[in-house]
């Protein structure tokens, strides 16, 4: 028999059975290092602890020296490309994987209410109001996100065939309407939200009750410019 201790000790179960997810949102991590090497040598020795193999394993799959790898994992030494890259297979991680921990600047958009940027989009032709709440360009983590504030007033169609690359989230904050992804529909109010995939058509396809204003956030792969 589980006691109320031991099942709070249990990782959560999602819906479904479903296991917890792997991130935590919760969680911290160690601070950036200003040292390049120091960056370098931590990660490799988090990498190689992770695949649990010893410094002895590493240095006979890459053909590096055991003192050559111990100066690398203290941040002794830099290590050339050549080596990143025997190192960066063995392990089997992108060479960028090693730069993680390297000091580097992180970017945030602060949009005071009623600052963001009108802009248009497909739908604005149907008289839906596109408000741009933030937008960072070639962030490392290789997604786009765009939040937009979505307005839809008396002069504002219906409109439930949009579709585009990537996922979308929805959170009703006011008004009522009926919301089409592919053949299903949803009666949205406010607190309600919906997450799509944005390739099915999708869009308003009934006014119930104006102004309505909702929250859509869009992510999507970054694209990779090739030279």
């Known amino acids: 028999m589980t006691t109320k201790r031991e099942a709070a000790d249990q990782p959560e179960q999602a819906h479904g059975g479903r296991p917890p997810f792997s991130q935590d949102p919760h969680a911290v991590r160690e601070p950036k290092e200003n040292n390049l090497e120091m960056a370098i040598g931590h990660e490799v020795r988090a990498y190689r602890k992770k ?3 010893t410094v002895t394993d590493l240095a006979a799959a890459t053909g590096i020296s055991l003192g050559m790898l111990s100066k690398i994992e203290n ?3 830099s290590p050339s490309l050549t080596t990143l890259q025997s190192l960066s297979r063995a392990l089997g991680v992108p060479l960028t994987a090693f730069f ?9 958009v602060f949009v005071k209410a009623g600052e963001g940027v009108e802009l248009e989009r497909r739908g604005t032709r149907a008289g839906h109001q596109y408000n ?3 937008h960072i360009d070639n962030n490392p983590s ?3 996100v765009e939040p937009y504030l979505i307005t839809l007033t008396a002069d504002s169609d219906v409109f439930p065939t949009f579709q585009h690359e990537g996922m979308e989230f929805l959170y009703m904050l006011e008004g009522e309407v009926v919301y089409r ?10 607190g309600d939200s919906l997450f799509f995939d944005a390739d099915a058509p999708h869009g308003p396809e009934q006014l119930v009750k104006l102004p309505s204003r909702y929250l ?3 992510s999507y792969p970054q694209q990779v410019t090739r030279g």
């Not at 993680?100 to 945030?108: G, K, S």
């Open 142 to 144: 290789g997604v786009i």
């Open 100 to 108: 993680r921990r390297y000091e580097e600047p992180r970017n945030a």
């Open 75 to 77: 941040g002794n030494i």
């Open 216 to 218: 859509s956030i869009i």
């Open 51 to 53: 695949l649990g193999i």
């Open 181 to 190: 992804h592919g053949d299903q529909l949803f009666q949205m109010q406010p």
């Open 132 to 134: 741009l709440l933030g």
